[in-house]
């Protein structure tokens, strides 16, 4: 492979007068354009030709990781495959072509298509009613705020401007709450990792909007007090909102309604494998018990991302009801056949059966200074895509794993074999690893440095040599 082609910035690669297109004959006239919307001067764009570009843009794609060409456990985003199936249904002429602003009895398809969609994930999640409007998790999440605030205020209960936020909450709970306008109250966790009761009684009040809850929680433990926490909230006259983050491991084995949660938000792109990551799209569809649907907000224009919910309805309906059953469990034994292969190396700060992720405090052996960051670092080497790290903040080095259901038991015995090596690594030989990755076309990058002082634009003069 030409290192220099791979590697290159596409400005580099660029010769003065080369082309790599070439534009028809103009049939519509010339037009001038107002000269507040004119250049003073040419765009400094690169200049090569066809198979260059092509070439420059495929080595690069090349070294894009994801689920499609390498085992990525990265944790509390389930990072699920997306089957080819999903993708040739959303890619069908008969949806794809469709506009928002067709006459609606030229989409009743679609029409049909989204009324299905709401009736499995209601019966999946045991709720009453689902709005497919929020286009994102945490559009979800602030939709469901605005669906529990709107309540209270419906019955001039006013005062009720707190949300309880547990301390192993996902970042954007108490995120959506603020923006929401609501003031965020922290419940803490008890050693076991799971909500303090004793806690929780003490702030419970007539100023509690909601409390929020994510089941299994970021530790990727069950929280078993639901149905006292659940009677304690709303004997209070809060509601209770489930974060829908991690409910993989939940399917076909509980559901979110009948535990006592009012509102719930999902991620689709998360439990029900459409596309992750990369910005977008997503889709948070937000489900509600009977009594709550009136409150429903509009938060898009139109109907949410159509595309992301068809891959979902898709997913649903390749693996049916029975199958559907299956993946909580499947998860759930992946998750801790890694945490029981590891332990010995790796730090385990809680012990215990855990759902569909778990969290490791760095390796077991401090004294080789081999940090989390550092084990991320060389597994990449090793061809694996690292976990989360340094969350949840409950540990000084975090390492979240999260398997999904689909990976077989070949692929996740790589995966072991390649954490137990650089642990050993890190007891022998610990440079190897402070200074990985070794194999990737580029090194460690100071992280701090591109966020405070960002480059934006190419500055340096294109080649005339050619």
Do not use: W
């Not at 990265?74 to 997306?82: A, D, E, I, Q």
């Not at 719930?264 to 018990?289: A, E, M």
């Not at 590891?342 to 569909?356: A, M, N, Q, T």
């Not at 960002?454 to 003069?461: G, S, V």
Request: aromatic share 8%.
């Amino acid at each position: 492979m030409n290192n220099k082609l791979y590697s290159n910035l596409i400005f580099e690669l660029s010769h003065t007068g080369r082309r790599g297109y070439s534009l028809p004959k103009n049939h519509f006239g010339h037009y001038e354009l107002p000269k507040e919307q004119c250049r003073t001067k040419d765009a400094v764009l690169p200049e090569c030709d066809e198979l260059t570009v092509v070439r420059h843009y495929t080595n690069h794609s090349e070294n894009n990781f994801g689920v499609d060409n390498g085992f990525y456990p990265l944790g509390s985003c389930t990072m699920k495959y997306n089957p080819c199936i999903n993708e040739e249904i959303a890619n069908h002429p008969a949806f794809c072509n469709l506009h928002p602003l067709q006459p609606q009895d030229t989409v009743e398809g679609a029409y049909e298509v989204y009324e299905n969609l709401q009736h499995a994930l209601s019966e999946i999640t045991g709720m009453n009613s689902f709005t497919l409007n929020p286009c994102a998790g945490a559009h979800g999440e602030l939709t469901g705020l605005m669906i529990i605030r709107s309540y209270h205020q419906s019955r001039n209960d006013d005062k009720r401007t707190k949300v309880i936020v547990p301390d192993s909450a996902h970042g954007t709970n108490p995120a959506s709450a603020a923006v929401c306008g609501l003031d965020v109250v922290e419940v803490k966790s008890t050693p076991e990792g799971i909500i303090d009761m004793d806690d929780l009684r003490e702030l419970l009040d007539d100023t509690v909007a909601a409390m929020m809850m994510t089941n299994p929680n970021t530790l990727g433990l069950f929280e078993k007090d639901i149905p006292q926490i659940a009677e304690l909230v709303h004997a209070c006259g809060a509601l209770l909102y489930y974060d829908g983050a991690n409910l993989n491991p939940m399917l076909g084995e509980c559901r979110p309604g009948d535990m006592g949660f009012d509102v719930t938000h999902l991620n689709l792109h998360k439990t029900f494998s459409t596309p992750h990551g990369g910005g977008g799209p997503g889709s948070g569809p937000v489900g509600v018990r009977k009594g709550l649907e009136r409150f429903f907000p509009i938060v898009n224009p139109y109907h949410g991302n159509f595309s992301v919910e068809l891959r979902a309805y898709a997913y649903i309906l390749t693996l049916g009801k029975e199958n559907l059953k299956k993946v909580g469990s499947l998860a759930t034994l992946n998750a801790n056949y890694i945490k029981e292969s590891l332990k010995d190396v790796f730090e385990l700060p809680i012990e215990g059966l855990c759902k569909h992720e778990f969290v490791f405090n760095g390796l077991k052996d401090k004294s080789t200074g081999v940090t989390t960051m550092d084990v991320a670092k060389r597994l990449l080497d090793y061809g694996y895509h690292a976990p989360t790290i340094y969350f949840p903040l409950l540990f000084h080095e975090s390492m979240m794993i999260e398997p999904t259901e689909n990976e077989s038991k070949n692929t996740i015995d790589g995966f072991i074999e390649a954490l137990r090596k650089i642990a050993q690594e890190a007891s022998e030989m610990p440079e190897i690893v402070k200074k990985a990755p070794h194999t990737t076309p580029i090194s460690r990058v100071d992280d701090v440095l591109a966020a405070k002082h960002p480059i934006l634009t190419y500055k340096q003069l294109i080649n005339d040599k050619d």
